[in-house]
């Protein structure tokens, strides 16, 4: 059984950071994985997905220049460090599992059930 577990998110002030993680379990082989948010009534946007290997990397428009991506294949532990953190960056945030270009088009084969970035003004 695949799970997809995230931890890290919380309350920050305008201007502070987080470390996301997100634990994966049950999934045989490496694998490309990314992260994800959603905001209350706004639509899904991509923040960025890792290659297995971890040498390829892309970002969202969202993310780049203050987040990034990281993974530890020995921990089987994906990570999102937000900077700068901004009040429009509130959201649940979540990761997920497919290859990097379905991805980036928001298709994924599983997903974690996110954690919550509150970030006040």
């Known amino acids: 059984q695949v799970q997809l577990v995230e931890s890290g998110g919380g309350l920050v002030q305008a201007g502070g950071s987080l470390r996301l993680s997100c634990a994966a379990s049950?999934?045989?082989?490496?694998?490309?994985m990314g992260w994800f948010r959603q905001a209350p009534g706004k639509q899904r946007d991509f923040v960025g997905g890792?290659?297995?290997?971890?040498?390829?990397?892309v970002y969202g428009d969202i993310a780049k220049g203050r987040f990034t991506i990281s993974r530890d294949n020995a921990k089987n532990t994906v990570y999102l460090q937000l900077n700068s953190l901004k009040p429009e960056d509130t959201a649940v945030y979540y990761c997920a599992v497919g290859t990097l270009g379905a991805l980036q088009a928001g298709v994924f084969a599983y997903r974690g059930q996110g954690t919550q970035v509150t970030v006040s003004s």
């Open positions: 890792v290659r297995r290997s971890g040498t390829n990397i």
């Open positions: 049950g999934l045989g082989l490496s694998y490309d």
